[in-house]
């Protein structure tokens, strides 16, 4: 399995709080991503970043933002969270575009 | 835009029966096929995929999938399901510059 893990795996939070979450891997790949999951949805690509400082928004990037200084970590932040947010967040790398390998997922409840 | 489609939200067999999980996707260019499974409370884990050359690819667990241009299909299969196979299932398309787009999934139950 790909190095790849995500921190927290659970979070609860409350409508306006930010939320901040980690993926961090091991295998010195270029290219993060971060989706949701949701019933009924899928996957669906929020950010994804193809270097250091290099990101760009996917198809559901309204309210989140990213961060990658440096290449084994890609945080992905909730300004101010909002319950239609409440979702599966997972991580992917790739050390090509089309070749994702996922983590393990946040569950990330906002009341 | 690329898309997929996978027409089934649900899907039911029987232990032991063949399985066929169809995917229809659209993409300009060449497109770069891809089968994830994903068990309850899991992360994906990639069955296999298509780049090139050989249109039916080979991949774990004793799935395949054949590769049809023309229909713009890249249907998922099985001989024998096994209990351990219930799961959803997902296809994706990408390619050389864009990152993967992803179907809404389809659940299999496998039934004694």
């Known amino acids: 399995d790909a190095g790849i893990t995500q921190s927290p795996r659970h979070k609860v939070t409350e409508t306006g709080t930010p939320v901040t979450l980690r993926c961090h891997q091991t295998?010195?790949?270029?290219?993060m991503y971060w989706y949701r999951q949701d019933p009924g949805h899928g996957l669906r690509l929020i950010h994804y970043?193809?270097?250091?400082?290099?990101?760009d928004k996917g198809e559901v990037s309204d309210g989140y933002s990213v961060s990658r200084s440096k290449t084994e970590d890609f945080l992905l932040t909730l300004e101010s969270a909002t319950s239609s947010q409440t979702s599966v967040y997972f991580c992917?790398?790739?050390?090509?575009?089309?070749?994702?390998?996922f983590g393990p997922g946040t569950r990330l409840t906002v009341l | 835009a690329q898309s997929v489609t996978q027409p089934d939200i649900h899907i039911t067999v029987s232990e032991g029966a063949s399985l066929e999980l169809r995917c229809n996707y659209s993409?300009?260019?060449?497109?770069?096929l891809f089968w994830y499974v994903q068990s309850p409370g899991q992360g994906l884990q990639l069955l296999l995929k298509?780049?090139?050359?050989?249109?039916l690819v080979q991949g774990i667990k004793g799935f395949e999938a054949e590769f049809k241009r023309s229909q713009s299909s890249f249907n998922l299969r099985k001989p024998s399901v096994h209990w351990s196979d219930a799961a959803e299932y997902f296809c994706?398309?990408?390619?050389?510059?864009?990152?993967?787009?992803f179907g809404k999934g389809t659940r299999l139950s496998v039934i004694a």
């Open positions: 994706a398309v990408g390619g050389r510059n864009t990152p993967l787009v």
């Open positions: 993409y300009g260019a060449t497109p770069y």
């Open positions: 295998e010195n790949h270029r290219y």
């Open positions: 992917a790398i790739s050390d090509r575009y089309y070749e994702q390998f």
């Open positions: 970043s193809y270097g250091v400082k290099d990101t």
């Open positions: 298509y780049f090139s050359g050989d249109t």
